[in-house]
């Protein structure tokens, strides 16, 4: 459960301007749907690197800022909040970044948003697939009704998904602007003091996407696979089987 009690106030480190952020006791990562390059349906977290823009133009990340004091909710009266940057404006920070930090979240929030179109493609596939092989079981199946959908009066059978179903999926074929993205990306998250170990996934990911298995299984072999979470594992298994498209699971 995500739980706020009363308010952080805190000041950017560009110019000190002061803002009011929740003050977070407890935070729930739960969403409805899971993808590899880590964007949460429905999360009940902010699906961002905490980069935000400042009354003076500048981007910062809301782990520099500087604490002033926590108070509630009327000691923040007057004070802005800190809403995420839009995606179209995420670009701007590629061209003249405060500091190379700023650039890969600004660089991560792009990657996922320029994904959107691929997992709307995605969804609606997977949902007509899903769809007609409930279909064509139900049909198959019209005198499997349990005592609880004759109880609730059903007319079909509760569905049970056939093992061996159909999973297929649209191709995925990033655009030029993708893979500008991706490469750079894939350059600033190489091991370095900026990222010695807290980009792997998304490193390997990045370099599934773009279709560059090896470099990609070779990210994942500086980990072992024990420490491999569900994420992990998945793109793994995506690695090993040459696939790039982006891929929903559930945790």
């Known amino acids: 459960m995500t739980m706020v009690r009363g308010v952080r106030i805190v000041a950017a480190p560009c110019c000190g301007a002061q803002y009011a952020l929740p003050n977070y006791m407890s935070m729930n990562f739960s969403a409805f749907a899971f993808w590899t390059d880590a964007w949460r349906d429905g999360s009940l977290m902010p699906n961002d690197e905490g980069l935000r823009r400042c009354v003076c133009g500048q981007f910062f990340l809301l782990k520099d800022t500087k604490a002033i004091e926590d108070g509630d ?16 404006q995420l670009p701007e920070c590629f061209l003249s970044p405060v500091s190379a930090e700023v ?22 596939h997977r949902d007509a697939e899903e769809a007609a092989t409930r279909a064509a079981w139900i049909a198959s199946n019209p005198d499997r009704r349990t005592w609880w959908d004759r109880l609730l009066r059903r007319s079909a059978p509760t569905y049970s998904r056939p093992e061996g179903s159909p999973f297929t999926y649209p191709p995925y074929e990033p655009s030029p602007e993708q893979l500008a993205n991706m490469q750079r990306l894939c350059e600033l998250l190489q091991p370095s003091e900026l990222a010695p170990n807290g980009y792997t996934l998304e490193l390997a990911e990045l370099y599934r996407e773009q279709g560059r298995f090896d ?3 070779a990210v994942l072999q500086s980990v072992e696979s024990k420490n491999l979470d569900i994420t992990g594992r998945l793109i793994a298994r995506l690695v090993d089987e040459k696939e790039r498209a982006p891929m929903r699971y559930a945790m």
Request: hydrophobic content about 35%; proline content about 10%.
């Open 215 to 217: 470099e990609a299984s």
């Open 103 to 124: 650039e890969v979240a600004a660089r991560l929030g792009y990657w996922r948003y320029l994904n959107h179109s691929y997992r709307h493609a995605y969804v609606k």
């Open 73 to 88: 909710a009327r000691e923040a009266d007057g004070l802005p909040t800190t809403p995420a940057v839009p995606p179209e």
